[in-house]
């Protein structure tokens, strides 16, 4: 008869035991996938967050003279191609959009790089429409060419 009872209660035990192990595991399972670095939760913004980001520096301004007078030395340069006048009269200012070439701010401040990037870019974009210019112009010049060339023969 002692044998009957005892493995029933060693059975019980043993269930117990296993619930209990079983939980554990699946505790320890909830906490390394919290502590794990490679699954982290995505937060949703709090206060401090979205309060950080609304915050920008201050638009600081130019002051030394010889970059603003090299900053100008550089736009005028732009200004004086035939891209930027073709541009000024295809693209009226209240058409023109966010792709439109867009002369560079000289005040704002900006490291050296930084503004001879946007030097670069806005030239770039005025290219595009030196290239439209050019067209009208080798049009007129091959119909010149295309008769001096039957001279030639």
């Known amino acids: 008869m ?13 269930n117990a035991t296993t619930e209990v192990i079983r939980k554990t595991k699946e505790k320890n399972k909830t906490d390394s996938r919290e502590n ?27 002051t030394d003279p010889s970059v603003l007078q090299r900053r100008q030395k550089q736009i005028d340069y732009g200004k004086n191609t035939v891209g930027y006048h073709c541009y000024m009269k295809q693209v009226p200012i209240d058409k023109r959009t966010k792709d439109d070439p867009k002369t560079p701010d000289k005040y704002t401040k900006y490291s050296r ?10 030239r770039k974009k005025l290219h595009q429409y030196d290239t439209e210019a050019n067209k009208d112009d080798n049009e007129s010049d091959e119909s010149s060419s295309h008769s001096s060339d039957s001279y030639i023969q």
């Open 36 to 62: 794990s670095t490679s699954r982290k939760k995505i937060k949703l913004n709090t206060k401090n967050e979205t309060e950080d980001s609304t915050k920008r520096k201050p638009l600081e301004l130019e």
């Open 2 to 14: 002692d044998n009957l009872i005892f493995p029933t209660i060693c059975s019980e035990d043993q």
């Open 113 to 122: 790089r930084s503004w001879d990037m946007l030097i670069k870019m806005w």
